[in-house]
């Protein structure tokens, strides 16, 4: 799958700092990690406010409901902002082994 503009991205915390540190924020779609990490993924992140170093939580709701974690490394200057995510390191899933 792609991104959907309509995907659930929503800022958990506002920036620390004095509003210069990163900000939590929290992705839910059926893409898998390796689609989140693509270049460009969030294709309108700079106007829904993500910036260079914010954290994106990403929830894979197919599979396994894996959560990766992702650092912002770019945001495009041209509207509306596409946003390159680091590597995602998976945090988490549905799976109990126990």
Known sequence: ?????????????????????????????????????????ITDGGSKGLRVGDIVWHKDTAANGDISMHEVITVSSTYPGAVDLSDGVKIGDTVNAD
């Open 1 to 41: 799958m792609a991104y959907a503009t309509t995907d659930m991205l929503i800022c958990m915390t506002n920036a620390a700092l004095g509003g210069a540190g990163p900000r939590l924020w929290y992705h839910k779609s059926a893409d898998a990690l390796a689609a989140a990490q693509v270049s460009g993924f």
